[in-house]
């Protein structure tokens, strides 16, 4: 704890690059230190280099299984892949996230948005429905993304046959996804087409 002041005493010195190798010499001595790994992890991150990020990540975790905070190096973890723009490792970063900590609001956020990117939008839908049901502050434009989504992914499910859509049902559906009765919502759209 000691070291960790003086780490924060560099920093804010403005000696960033010897705060940061101290954090780096910290953690080849105690690996199984969620705090040092986590600005390690950082500090990589701020120098651009993802790989030994992940690196200091899966090292903490190898040292260090079964914490229920782990949740964060998972989510972490997902993030950095998504840098990457390897989306797939990404999602499974983030599912084990998730296992770890089912109400984490933000992993289902980012579950969403992943799923969304990847065209995959029933997926997405049930990111966007979990965020707005477990978030103590529910961002409006997400709900009205997640109805868009909604509306899109059942007119492309009724794609080939002429549906009509009826403007007053769906203003129906909108009152019910502001009530935030998401799934009555989706099925008075299912009624709509």
Not at 12 to 21: R, S
Not at 149 to 157: G, H, I, P, S, V
Request: glycine residues 4%; charged residues 25%; positive net charge.
């Amino acid at each position: 704890e000691m070291q960790l002041l003086f780490v924060q005493s560099l920093q804010q010195a403005g000696l960033q690059t010897a705060a940061d190798e101290r954090v780096i010499k910290l953690l080849e001595k105690q690996k199984d230190n969620q705090e040092l790994a986590f600005h390690a992890a950082q500090l990589y991150l701020r120098r651009k280099e993802p790989e030994n990020a992940l690196q200091t990540i899966d090292d903490y975790l190898a040292h260090a299984p079964g914490k229920l905070n782990n949740f964060v190096f998972y989510f972490l973890k997902a993030q950095i892949h998504m840098f990457m723009d390897k989306k797939e490792e990404a999602v499974a970063q983030l599912q084990k996230s998730l296992d770890i900590h089912p109400s984490f609001d933000k992993g289902w956020l980012m579950f969403g948005m992943l799923h969304e990117q990847m065209g995959k939008i029933k997926k997405a839908i049930k990111g966007y429905t979990n965020f707005l049901q477990i978030s103590e502050s529910p961002l409006p434009y997400i709900q009205e993304h997640l109805l868009r989504l909604m509306f899109k992914q059942k007119l492309a499910e009724a794609q080939g046959s002429q549906a009509s859509i009826n403007l007053s049902c769906f203003e129906q559906a909108l009152i019910l996804f502001k009530e935030k009765k998401y799934r009555k919502a989706l099925e008075k759209i299912d009624d709509c087409l």
